[in-house]
């Protein structure tokens, strides 16, 4: 009986460890910079979706997931929404560089078709 | 008096050419500092974009506008902008002589959202669909089909969505006038996920 306490202990100590680490985590990926006067952030990833906040210059992103055409973006004060692919060109690294981003597979795809 | 001359050049030779390459080394620093490195053609940013979508679903189907029977199925989607998707679908029907559809749609669809209550947004898509596609009956043989319907996605996560379709596969009847139309339906709810 003892034992089986203490391995529970031991699980609810791991798991409680991993909690954080997850939430770590989910602060990973690329982190940008707005550069010009504010960009437009999203309810969802597409254009009719309305604009609920507006990142002002300087102001912090990190890139947390990509879909057709769209970025979707966690500022630095918590805010979770979608920037179009096009506006991410505005926005610099962490080396003050131009951000540039890999093309979509349909779109390098379509590109390559064209030439 | 001449070995004193040649250490004199020695010396002089030495100090310049030390003083030449630091002078060197610096302007290469300087180089480096000053031009920005042109990242042409090297994105600074590699992240993926998930434009597929795979969905298995359950539902209703209902053949030769007399029984309805369980169906399930799969779907394979390529988004190909934010409105624009084509899709490819196979599914079979649980009837006695069970029906296969084999579909390849084209479909449309507008963003909205959904507000569950005061605490939950989710975002949304209906979407209409229009195809082709075949219909086979089981030891009937399969019949040219014209797929068209519309749905409803919600998005549980950025990657996993539930969805609600309903659709017509519009063929030839296969019994009794070969000349007139039938339609079957389908409803169904999906799990899809974008990779």
Redesign the interface.
């Known amino acids: 009986m003892k034992k089986l306490s203490k391995l529970f202990a031991v699980i609810l100590a791991a798991a409680f460890s991993f909690i954080p680490s997850l939430s770590a985590f989910a602060e990973d990926g ?1 982190q ?1 910079r707005v550069a010009s006067d504010f960009i437009n952030i999203h ?7 309305p604009v609920f906040y507006v990142a002002e210059k300087d102001e912090w992103m990190v ?10 973006v966690q500022t630095e004060n918590g805010v979770e929404g979608w920037i179009s692919e096009n506006e ?1 060109v505005f926005t610099l ?1 962490g080396e003050g ?6 093309p ?3 779109k390098n795809f379509i590109t390559n078709i064209s030439k | 008096m001449d070995t004193f001359k040649s250490k004199l050049i020695q010396l002089t030779l030495a100090t310049a050419l030390t003083a030449a390459a630091m002078s060197s080394a610096n302007a290469e620093e300087d180089v480096e500092q000053t031009v ?2 042109p ?1 042409i053609g ?10 597929f979508e795979v969905t298995g679903f359950l539902g209703l189907a209902g053949v030769d506008q007399v029984t309805t029977n369980g169906m399930f199925g799969a779907r394979f989607a ?6 624009v998707f084509a899709e490819a679908s196979y599914s079979v029907t649980g009837h006695a002589s069970s029906v296969t559809y084999y579909d390849a749609v084209m479909g449309y669809q ?2 909205g ?1 959904l507000f569950l209550s005061q605490n939950y ?1 989710y ?1 949304t ?1 209906t979407y209409v669909v229009f195809g082709a596609g075949k219909s086979d009956f089981e030891k009937r043989g399969s019949l040219n089909t014209i797929v068209g319907g519309g749905g409803y996605r919600v ?1 549980i996560t ?2 996993f969505n539930v969805k609600f379709d309903l659709r017509g596969h519009l063929h030839h009847e296969i019994k009794a006038n070969p000349d007139q139309w039938a339609i079957d339906f389908e409803a169904t709810v999906g799990i899809g996920y ?1 990779f």
């Open positions: 690329p940008v309810l969802g990833p597409a254009v009719e979706t890139l947390k997931n990509r879909r057709t055409g769209w970025f979707k991410l690294d560089n131009p951000v540039t981003y890999n979509s597979l349909v | 920005i490195d990242v090297q994105p600074t940013i590699e992240m993926h974009s998930k434009d390529f988004h190909i902008t934010e409105n507008f963003p959202q947004r975002n898509a998005m950025d990657d974008y």
